[in-house]
C-alpha cells in the first residue's frame, strides 16, 4: 500500500472506528514527514473519544497504526488529534517549560518532571531555544522522567 493509499485508509479506518462507537464524523487527512496526522472535528462525544489522560486517544492511534502495519502500508505512524486536543495541551506543556525553565534560572537548581513522551518533546523543543538550559530524560517507560537544568550543571 502505496503513501497516498496509507493516509486514504487511515482515514476510512478512522471513520468506520468512530461510527461503531455512533460518533459519525468526517475526519480529515494529512501526511508529514512519515506520519499520518488525522483530524477529528470536534463533537459531543470528545470526552469519550479521548478518555482519561488520553488513553482512549492513544489507543485509537495503536489500533489504527496496527491495521496499517498488517496492511504493510507505507506509512504506519499515525497521530490522531480530537478537537485540537494535542495542539491546545502542546500549548499549555510549552507555556508550563517555560515556567519551568524560569526557575531554573532563578534558583539555579534543576527541575525533574514526569511527563508521557509527547509532552517532553515538548519541552525538549522550548528548552532548545534557551542556550543556557539543557534537557534530558531518564528511566525506561512510565518512570521515564525529564530533567531541565542549567548547561553548565
Do not use: C, H, P, W
Given at each position: 500500500m502505496n503513501k497516498e493509499e496509507s493516509i486514504r485508509f487511515a482515514q476510512k479506518y478512522l471513520e468506520d472506528l468512530l461510527s461503531f462507537f455512533g460518533a459519525n464524523?468526517?475526519?480529515?487527512?494529512?501526511?508529514?514527514?512519515?506520519?499520518?496526522?488525522?483530524?477529528v472535528p470536534s463533537s459531543e462525544m470528545n470526552s469519550l473519544l479521548i478518555g482519561r489522560n488520553?488513553?482512549?486517544?492513544?489507543?485509537?492511534?495503536?489500533?489504527?497504526?496496527?491495521?496499517l502495519r498488517n496492511k504493510e502500508a507505507e506509512l504506519v505512524r499515525v497521530n490522531i488529534d480530537?478537537?485540537?486536543y494535542k495542539k491546545q495541551r502542546a500549548d499549555r506543556i510549552a507555556k508550563q517549560a517555560k515556567e519551568w525553565i524560569e526557575e531554573v534560572r532563578r534558583t539555579g537548581d534543576s527541575k525533574i518532571v514526569n511527563l508521557n513522551a509527547a509532552d517532553r518533546r515538548v519541552v525538549h523543543q522550548v528548552a532548545s531555544e534557551y542556550g543556557d538550559i539543557r534537557t534530558f530524560s531518564e528511566g525506561e517507560?512510565?518512570?521515564?522522567?525529564?530533567?531541565?537544568?542549567?548547561?553548565?550543571?
Open positions: 464524523l468526517a475526519v480529515s487527512s494529512t501526511s508529514s514527514d512519515d506520519v499520518i496526522e488525522l483530524s488520553a488513553d482512549n486517544l492513544r489507543s485509537l492511534q495503536y489500533i489504527v497504526s496496527t491495521v480530537i478537537a485540537d517507560g512510565r518512570d521515564r522522567k525529564l530533567t531541565i537544568a542549567q548547561a553548565g550543571s
